[in-house]
């Protein structure tokens, strides 16, 4: 993924910005740079932290009550970076993928009307593959945050620190 997104970077930074309105793959790479550091930050690089009262939660404290806590102390702010995150990833790889699909593997003569002459249905399989991908992992979410946290008294409060150093947790923390 850091290969990915170093090789876009210097890209754009030999080419420029690419003209007019930004399309779909663009704008979900944008939604990308911006919610994965939050993701990685919150789900990785806090929690490592040796300082007090976080200390260092280790990879086993990194489970699914982690994520719960998360869900049960802010849900609206939780759903809604889970959502963003699953949505952006899964669109930028889908439009990336036909992309990909149009450069390298494709014949370059036959146009996808044509392709889909018989079939029109066909173009809609992608998008319902994403969306099943996308309603599964939620749905695991979902899970999740309706299960009760099985944390000591002692971990979720390390846990609650370590969301609180995150800007976004604390901004929108009640």
Same mark, same amino acid.
């Given at each position: 993924?850091?290969?990915?997104?170093?090789?876009?970077?210097?890209?754009?930074?030999?080419?420029?910005?690419? $003209?007019? !309105?930004?399309?779909?793959?663009?704008?979900?790479?944008?939604?990308?740079?911006?919610?994965?550091?939050?993701?990685? /930050?919150?789900? %990785?690089?806090? #929690?490592?932290? $040796?300082? #007090? $009262?976080?200390?260092?939660?280790?990879?086993? =404290? @990194?489970?699914?009550?982690?994520?719960? *806590?998360? @869900? =049960?102390? +802010?849900?609206?702010?939780? +759903?809604?970076?889970?959502?963003?995150?699953?949505?952006?990833? @899964?669109?930028?790889?889908?439009?990336?993928?036909?992309?990909?699909? !149009?450069?390298? @593997?494709?014949?370059? %003569?036959?146009?996808?009307?044509?392709?889909?002459?018989? !079939? #029109? +249905?066909?173009?809609?399989? $992608?998008?319902?593959? *994403?969306?099943?991908?996308?309603?599964?992992?939620?749905?695991?979410?979902?899970?999740? /945050?309706?299960?009760? /946290?099985? *944390?000591?008294?002692?971990?979720?409060?390390?846990?609650?620190?370590?969301?609180?150093?995150?800007?976004?947790?604390? +901004?929108?923390?009640?």
């Amino acid at each position: 993924m850091g290969l990915h997104v170093g090789a876009s970077l210097v890209k754009r930074a030999l080419i420029g910005p690419p $003209p007019g !309105r930004l399309n779909t793959l663009q704008s979900t790479s944008l939604a990308l740079v911006v919610l994965i550091p939050i993701h990685a /930050s919150v789900h %990785r690089f806090i #929690p490592s932290s $040796p300082t #007090p $009262p976080i200390s260092g939660l280790s990879p086993s =404290h @990194l489970d699914y009550e982690y994520v719960k *806590a998360g @869900l =049960h102390q +802010w849900p609206l702010t939780s +759903w809604a970076l889970y959502a963003l995150l699953i949505g952006a990833m @899964l669109t930028h790889a889908l439009e990336g993928s036909h992309v990909i699909y !149009r450069k390298w @593997l494709r014949r370059p %003569r036959v146009s996808r009307n044509q392709e889909a002459l018989g !079939r #029109p +249905w066909i173009k809609y399989v $992608p998008t319902a593959i *994403a969306t099943g991908l996308a309603l599964s992992v939620l749905g695991g979410i979902r899970v999740l /945050s309706n299960e009760a /946290s099985y *944390a000591s008294s002692r971990l979720a409060s390390r846990i609650e620190a370590s969301y609180l150093q995150s800007f976004v947790f604390r +901004w929108t923390a009640h």
